[in-house]
């Protein structure tokens, strides 16, 4: 068996174009959907990520703004520029860079950011409409995924989902998605023991724990479909959280890195913006 592969940046060029028409609807009704970007420190993945949004967001015609700040910021500018962006109605979304250098509390920054902005879908208000199944934007990664199902016709209802890693950003969220999708659901951590054997039983395998490699051809289901969201350099080069060439070779599906999941992300980031300006013109 080989695994087809799930084509995230096929799936988000041929997105891109759609949302582009609906940023010119937008305009003709004389509104320009706007996100906001703040980026603290001078860590080279996360400009890479913000070059991306930027350039993306440009060319479907939305604009785009950066704020950036020292790595040595302190959180108080960080939150009276946030406060301002809320207050500005020609803003759209809020967005900021995750991650914040280790002095700021991530948490207590993004919880500024409103609801109706939080396009990430990451404050504790957000989250928190996520499990009540009534999220206000669902998070972009996860969101992606999803995509991606769909563009396959994956149905999800009664399939046995396994997410490895529990971060407010991927794991839970994915999960919640899941669940209100019909999934049924198992998280997996660093403490979990027999991991491999929990991970063996997903119909879904989503891996989103940070360490290149990790997903081994004996955590798979034969057939399973596997989600590789890891971004890690190793060598110079970007490989994900599975090992690539072996789980291929037993998965049903399987998304690559680079490639897979993160150009959908961008596409998500540029659409729940354009959701933001489609209700802020209907309000």
């Known amino acids: 068996m080989t695994a087809k592969i799930l084509d995230g940046k096929k799936l988000a060029d041929e997105i891109l174009p759609q949302l582009k028409k609906r940023v010119e609807k937008l305009r003709l009704a004389g509104v320009v959907p706007k996100i906001d970007?703040?980026?603290?420190?001078?860590?080279?993945a996360s400009q890479i990520y913000v070059r991306k949004k930027l350039r993306?967001?440009?060319?479907?015609?939305m604009r785009a703004e950066l704020h950036r700040f020292p790595?040595?910021?302190?959180?108080?500018?960080?939150?009276?520029?946030i406060r301002k962006l809320n207050e500005d109605d020609d803003v759209h979304a809020i967005l900021v860079q995750l991650p914040l250098p280790g002095h700021l509390e991530e948490q207590q920054i993004l919880d500024k950011i409103s609801p109706e902005k939080d396009v990430d879908g990451l404050t504790t208000?957000?989250?928190g409409r996520l499990v009540s199944g009534h999220a206000v934007f669902e998070p972009c990664t996860p969101k992606g995924i999803m995509?991606?199902?769909?563009s396959e016709n994956i149905r999800l209802e009664g399939k046995n989902a396994v997410v490895i890693g529990r971060s407010?950003?991927?794991?839970?969220?994915?999960?919640?998605?899941?669940m209100n999708r019909n999934a049924t659901v198992t998280i997996c951590h660093s403490k979990t023991r027999n991991l491999a054997e929990h991970a063996r039983g997903?119909?879904?395998l989503i891996a989103a724990v940070g360490m290149p490699n990790f997903v081994k051809a004996d955590f798979v289901k034969d057939g399973a479909i596997v989600i590789d969201v890891g971004t890690n350099r190793v060598n110079g080069k970007v490989v994900g959280d599975v090992d690539f060439?072996?789980?291929?070779?037993?998965?049903g599906y399987i998304t690559p890195v680079p490639g897979g999941v993160g150009p959908l992300t961008v596409a998500m980031v540029l659409e729940n913006t354009i959701i933001s300006a489609e209700r802020r013109l209907q309000k």
Do not use: C, Q, W
């Open 147 to 150: 995509k991606l199902f769909e």
């Open 245 to 251: 060439g072996k789980v291929k070779a037993k998965a």
């Open 125 to 127: 208000r957000s989250l």
């Open 71 to 81: 790595a040595k910021a302190e959180k108080e500018k960080i939150i009276a520029t």
């Open 168 to 178: 407010n950003i991927v794991g839970k969220p994915a999960a919640l998605m899941l």
């Open 202 to 204: 997903g119909d879904i």
């Open 56 to 61: 993306s967001s440009e060319s479907i015609s």
């Open 37 to 44: 970007v703040i980026l603290v420190g001078d860590d080279e």
